[in-house]
């Protein structure tokens, strides 16, 4: 297995603390750590550091995902969302990336990708580079921590420069008797200082780590290639950006006025080939055997905890963060039929992008194929999503009584004069919590380890930041924006075979390709906190944000003593009628002001010196 990298999500110190002492007068107290004692011990150093994963990484299982702001999933709960989702966010408010249960709070897996959150990361990781060149210890020990540090630092700016476009470069840790008003550099300015801070990140890390558990020069060099791939993209481009910066003046702040396009790709393109060509990774059973199931190869690679994809996991326990809100991904996603909470429901729009097995495109209005839309179709798809009458996990004892068969139930039985007479245990109308019911007539399956209870146990799958599948089609965009289309159809077939679905046919080129490209990527990384980027970069809003859809499924019978959703047999009550159907309250809207965040009132209020974004 290769080497991956751990977040250590709670980091004890109790050990130090509580360490023998002969003089216990003498001791540190117990509720903090000097500055002078953690820059003199290279233990607490790696402590600090580690606080660093946590703030950059976040909880990319919590019970809002990036998911639920893209055409990927549906927040049951809303807490703001749909409003987020209507593109009226201003710079008061982010609607659903600050409620929290109404308290204001930000929500787990978006309070790291707020303005102050982000700032704060960049000042620990400042507070470092001031220090650790006076922390004794292995200079091999410490060349690593700076490493690690110099990533984060990266990844901090990274995403900064996506959420805001140019920001101000800080890299002194300020006092608070410290001149506050700086400038916004330029987003060319940004992504030069992000490049150079990871390939200082790449020259520091050792190529794996003795034990398992910290980013590797592999990760630097992945993250390089994402960096690049989205400075290149459509979104930064002065060439085909103007719907983003049409009267504003300052449009340097949020891409290149000028410069190579072709530069850029071919940068985007080399830094993508160096990590294919590091040899060190590969996809996860490449070209599956006739007779493998290719949905059960994406289960085992997305409920492992490392695989020879794997570049960068951020790992979990059944401890980490023990409020409700933290860490639990079956619990929060799962069908309220199972005790779970429903909530990041797959959206339609997402289910019916999933190809034939044959290649061909979904499509409502071939009725073979709206009779049984979960027939024949892409592996992908069941490795990822729970429709109705699939097999899932067995019903908790108090719910199988009810459903001996735990089969998913999102549908309803109604009698012939149009009555429903008996709701699916998945469903909002159903007997177990329905007010956890999803409303898109799906659930989530990707992540999820079948072997423990979500009422219960939590599970300890990794989430997976960066994989070499990403790299291979990161690698395959650039070339598609070179005009290298055989090349590019090379890597993404690879993708193609893996998933079992047949290769592009050679006559695909151009725009076209392009296209099936981003299908691509849709499908393969759904869930993986990449789309909610690519709508952005790719500057397709509008494809993304409308009414969405999610399925309706009944069953019509004339029996007049219909007892439950099944018949005792587990047979249906009738043959399935499956109809699109539009998401209850799910209408949204997309303002061109939405492709970058606005900096909130109180930061332009401390820093005079910000320049706002268009459309705030």
């Not at 109790?14 to 290279?42: G, I, M, R, T």
């Not at 909880?59 to 995902?65: G, S, T, W």
């Not at 830094?271 to 006739?290: N, R």
């Not at 409502?364 to 179709?377: D, E, I, L, V």
């Amino acid at each position: 297995m290769k080497k991956t990298f751990k977040i250590l999500i709670y980091t004890s110190l109790f050990a130090l603390l509580f360490s023998c002492n002969k003089d216990f007068l003498d001791k540190q107290p117990l509720s903090d750590y000097s500055e002078n004692a953690v820059w003199n011990d290279p233990a607490l150093v790696e402590t600090f550091v580690n606080t660093m994963y946590r703030n950059a990484l976040g909880f990319p299982f919590a019970i809002e995902r990036l998911s639920d702001y893209s055409d990927e999933s549906f927040f049951t709960p809303d807490w703001d969302v749909l409003n987020f989702n209507k593109s009226l966010m201003t710079s008061d408010g982010l609607y659903g990336w600050t409620v929290d249960w109404g308290n204001g709070d930000p929500t787990p897996h978006t309070m790291h990708y707020r303005w102050s959150a982000l700032y704060a990361n960049v000042r620990r990781t400042n507070i470092f580079f001031s220090k650790i060149n006076s922390v004794p210890g292995d200079p091999l020990v410490i060349k690593g921590l700076k490493g690690e540090a110099y990533f984060m630092r990266a990844w901090t700016y990274f995403y900064l420069t996506n959420l805001y476009g140019g920001v101000p470069i800080i890299t002194k840790a300020y006092g608070l008797t410290d001149e506050f008003n700086v400038a916004r550099n330029t987003y060319d300015e940004c992504i030069k200082y992000v490049v150079g801070q990871i390939d200082s990140a790449a020259m520091n890390l050792p190529d794996t780590y003795p034990v398992d558990g910290r980013v590797s020069k592999g990760a630097a060099l992945a993250f390089k290639a994402r960096i690049l791939l989205y400075a290149a993209s459509d979104l930064h481009n002065s060439a085909k950006n103007s719907t983003v910066i049409a009267g504003f003046s300052k449009p340097e702040l949020l891409g290149y006025v000028g410069g190579d396009a072709t530069a850029r790709w071919t940068a985007a393109k080399n830094a993508a080939k160096a990590v294919i060509d590091l040899g060190k990774y590969s996809l996860y059973k490449p070209t599956p055997a006739a007779t493998d199931s290719v949905a059960q190869n994406f289960v085992e690679l997305f409920t492992s905890k490392g695989s020879s994809e794997d570049i960068l996991l951020q790992f979990f326990t059944a401890k980490t963060d023990e409020s409700w809100s933290g860490y639990n991904p079956a619990l929060y996603c799962g069908p309220n039929g199972y005790h779970n909470w429903g909530n990041n429901t797959p959206l339609g729009d997402l289910v019916d992008d999933y190809e034939m097995k044959d290649g061909s495109t979904f499509s409502w209005s071939n009725p073979t194929q709206k009779a049984n839309p979960y027939a024949n179709r892409d592996a992908r798809l069941y490795a990822t999503i729970l429709y109705e009458g699939v097999q899932w996990r067995k019903r908790p004892s108090d719910v199988l009584t009810m459903d001996s068969y735990s089969k998913i139930q999102v549908g309803h039985v109604y009698d012939q004069a149009g009555n429903m007479i008996k709701a699916g245990l998945d469903t909002r109308e159903g007997p177990i919590e329905n007010w956890n019911g999803g409303k898109t007539g799906y659930y989530l399956r990707k992540w999820v380890d079948t072997s423990v209870d979500p009422q219960y146990v939590k599970q300890d799958v990794p989430f997976k930041h960066m994989r070499y599948g990403e790299v291979l089609l990161n690698y395959a965009e650039a070339c598609i924006e070179l005009g290298q289309d055989a090349e590019a159809r090379t890597y993404i077939n690879m993708i193609r075979t893996r998933a079992g679905q047949p290769p592009l046919a050679s006559s695909l080129t151009g725009d076209a390709l392009r296209q099936a490209y981003r299908h691509e990527r849709r499908i393969e990384f759904a869930f993986e906190d990449q789309r909610f980027w690519d709508v952005r970069r790719w500057l397709v809003g509008p494809l993304a944000n409308h009414q969405t859809i999610g399925v309706e499924v009944k069953y019509v019978t004339s029996n007049t003593s219909v007892a439950s959703y099944r018949q005792p047999d587990g047979t249906t009550w009738g043959t399935p009628i499956f109809n699109k159907m539009n998401t209850p309250g799910d209408e949204r809207a997309w303002n061109n002001k939405c492709y970058f965040f606005p900096i909130m009132r109180d930061e332009m209020n401390k820093n005079t010196m910000l320049v706002q974004n268009p459309g705030y």
